[in-house]
């Protein structure tokens, strides 16, 4: 259960501000209370989900220095990852890359994307780079940092067609796969980086990250 959960918010599935009700959420996964509970509780322990004074449990609004704080951070680590994927990477890895990249492109190109599936696409591939990287230990601290960052980054995408057919992204994943596929790490962490800074970017043009801690609150 704890493990759906994370999924949700990783994916996007949860947006910034959504209150997370343990009723709707136990018959969404078909599950008694106690064990939505229990998750909800490991999830709040990990700021992944907070509790209101009211006592209403909901995804967290980021903060914009917060928002720049963990950009910085994915820059380092899962540039990191990218880096070692280059050297590391099988063949079934790159596979998956190439088969998420190419969904990913695939609703890019097409009349109306199917934002949920490119979504889904989006977090897939980053994630098939960072196994590629052959540290587990590695991956735990990537999924934390998609924990807080998740739902903001994917409610930009589910929310702006325009994302997902500028073209961008997929550029940048494509980058990513030729040079991870060449063992070029140097550029492998350049096409990551590209791909984090123009999302960060488009977020922040957009004006809709509270400057501080007294706006999130009373939000």
């Not at 959960?5 to 106690?34: D, F, H, I, N």
């Not at 990913?104 to 190109?109: L, P």
């Amino acid at each position: 259960m704890h493990g759906r959960l994370r999924e949700l918010l990783v994916e996007g599935t949860l947006s910034p501000g959504e209150k997370v009700s343990l009723r709707t959420m136990a018959g969404r996964l078909g599950v008694s209370m106690q064990p939505v509970r229990e998750a909800v509780s490991r999830l709040v322990a990990d700021r992944a989900l907070e509790v209101m004074p009211n006592r209403a449990v909901r995804v967290p609004i980021l903060t914009l220095e917060q928002f720049r704080e963990l950009t910085a951070i994915r820059l380092a680590i899962e540039g990191f990852a990218a880096e070692r994927a280059a050297s590391f990477h099988t063949r079934a890895d790159l596979a998956e890359m190439r088969r998420q990249e190419t969904a990913f492109r695939r609703e890019g190109g097409s009349r109306a994307p199917d934002l949920p599936a490119a979504v889904a696409a989006n977090h897939a591939f980053h994630f098939a780079v960072y196994r590629a990287a052959a540290l587990p230990e590695l991956l735990p601290i990537i999924e934390g940092l998609w924990l807080r960052i998740g739902p903001v980054l994917n409610l930009d995408l589910r929310s702006n067609v325009s994302r997902v057919r500028v073209g961008r992204a997929a550029g940048h994943h494509g980058a990513l796969v030729s040079a991870i596929a060449r063992g070029d790490a140097r550029a492998a962490r350049k096409a990551l980086a590209a791909d984090i800074e123009g999302a960060a970017q488009h977020i922040e043009s957009r004006g809709v990250l509270p400057a501080n801690m007294e706006k999130k609150h009373g939000s």
